[in-house]
């Protein structure tokens, strides 16, 4: 049974760091491109980050990747996502997701629909 199980996510005042965990179970996570996504209330759901994803490396949202580091611990399978300089605009419920890799330049593996298997959130808020 493939799952997923996003974890890590909490309360953290602005200007600090969180990392956030996603575990799977049921499948090798190196076979997978694995994908972070966020939707904050009333919001769309929105890229975060994705690994083995772009010529089957990293991309990121461009307005996160100076802030946000994704990770993979194939021994573990896990994969991280490593935040930094967390704002009041970054609280969102943060998912992650499986799906085929992509070993083209392109964005595709930005785009929620590429991927098949996703966690259940964790959620992240950012507050002073």
């Known amino acids: 049974d493939v799952q997923l199980q996003a974890s890590g996510g909490g309360l953290v005042q602005p200007g600090n760091s969180l990392r956030l965990s996603c575990e799977a179970s049921?499948?090798?996570?190196?076979?997978?491109?694995i994908a972070w996504f966020r939707q904050a209330p009333g919001k769309e759901r929105e890229a975060v980050a994705c690994?083995?994803?772009?010529?089957?490396?990293?991309d990121y949202a461009d307005s996160l990747k100076d802030r946000f580091t994704i990770s993979r611990d194939n021994a573990k399978n896990m994969v991280y996502l490593q935040m930094n300089s967390l704002t009041p605009e970054d609280t969102a419920v943060y998912y992650c997701?499986?799906?085929?890799?992509?070993?083209?330049?392109?964005?595709?593996?930005?785009?929620?629909?590429?991927?098949?298997?996703w966690g259940q959130g964790t959620q992240v808020t950012v507050s002073s």
């Open positions: 997701a499986a799906g085929p890799p992509n070993y083209f330049t392109d964005s595709a593996g930005l785009r929620p629909s590429r991927y098949d298997y």
């Open positions: 690994i083995k994803c772009r010529g089957g490396g990293e």
């Open positions: 049921g499948f090798n996570l190196d076979d997978y491109g």
